[in-house]
C-alpha cells in the first residue's frame, strides 16, 4: 500500500489528579510495605482520581494541553479515539460524552479496549486515517482511573495503579517534515485472556448481589503469570519493527515502555540491548495508569526536553487481551 500523507505527533498534553497516595499511605491500607512496593515495582506514588471525577473529565483536561500544544482548536479535529478499560459508562463511548464536552460534533467518535496497549492500537489506527488523507486531526487519549475498579483489599493488584490521562494530536504531516509515524506492529494472545479481567457487568457475567460480594467488578490479575509474557511480546514487537526497517537498536533515541513494573522495564531494555539512559522511566511517580502510562511519559518527556524534534523514539506496551504492539516515530 503506498501512503497519500505521512502522520506526525503535533500535539501532547496530560493530566493527573491531584490526590497523591504513596507507598507508606498504603501501608495503612493492606498488608504490604514500602520496601515491597518498591523493590518489587519500582513503584512509590499514584494519582488517584476524585469521587465526582470520570475518566472523560481527566481526557479532557489532557486534551486542552494537546491542542494547545498543536496550535489547533477542538473544531479541527475529524475522529476521537479513546484507549481505555475504565470509561464514564459501559456505554455511551467516552470519545462520544469528550466530544460533547469539547463542543463539537458530526465525525467519528468512539473507544477502544486493548488494555494498557490501547494507545499503541489507537495510534495505528489514527496513522491508517492520516496516511490515507482520509482525516488531517484526530485526537486519541489514553485515559484511566482504575482506582475505581480496584480491589482496595487485594495487595496483589491495589499498590500497583495510577490514575490519569494522556492525550494527543496525531495529524497529518506536511511533505518538508521531518517528524512522521514510521512503523507500528500490533498483536494480541486471547488464550490468556482470564489472567487480566474484570469479570463482571457485561454479558457473561451481569452485574447482581453476588458479584459485588464476590469483588468480580474489580480488576483480576495473576501478575507473575503475566510477568515473562510481558517482556517477550514486548521484545518481540520492538524487534519486528526494527528489523522490517533495517534499523539497529543503537539508532533509536528513546525507548518508551509501559510503565507497569521496573523490573520488566529493566529486563526488556536489557533484551533489547539499549543503553539505560535511553529508557523513559516515570513509574515512580504515577504507577500503572494502564492506556494512559506511553502518552504521560511522552508528554512528560517532550515538555522536560528530553524528546527533541527528529529524535527517533520506539515505544511499547502490553496489556489485557493479552495485546501487545509497539509504534516507531520520528518525532
Ligand atoms: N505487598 C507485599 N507482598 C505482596 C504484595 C504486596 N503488595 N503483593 C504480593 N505480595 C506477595 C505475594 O503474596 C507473594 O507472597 P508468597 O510468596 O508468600 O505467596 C509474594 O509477594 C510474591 O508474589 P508474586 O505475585 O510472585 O510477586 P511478583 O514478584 O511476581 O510481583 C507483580 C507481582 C508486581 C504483579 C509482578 O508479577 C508484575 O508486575 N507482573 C506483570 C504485570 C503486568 O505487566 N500486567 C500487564 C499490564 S497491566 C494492565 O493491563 C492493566
Sequence with gaps: MINKYNAKISGTGMYVPTKILNNYDLEKIVDTSDEWIRTRTGMFERHIAAENQAVSDLAYEATLKALEAADLRARDLDMIIIASVSNDHAFPSTGCILQKMLGIKNFPAFDISAGCTGWIYGANIAKLYIENGIYKNILLVGVEILSKITNWKDRNTCVLFG???????????????????????????????????QAAGGSRMPASQQTIKDNKHTVYMEGNKIFKLAIRSMYTACHTVLKRNNLDIHSIDWLITHQANMRIIDALGKKLRIEDDKVIVNIDKYANTSAATIPIALDESIRNGKIRHGDLVLMTSFGAGLTSGSLLIRY
Design 163 to 197: 490514575d490519569g490521562a494522556g492525550a494527543t494530536i496525531i495529524s497529518r504531516a506536511s511533505s518538508s517534515d521531518i517528524s512522521q509515524f514510521i512503523d507500528s506492529e500490533l498483536s494480541a494472545d486471547g488464550s490468556n485472556y482470564e489472567l487480566l479481567i
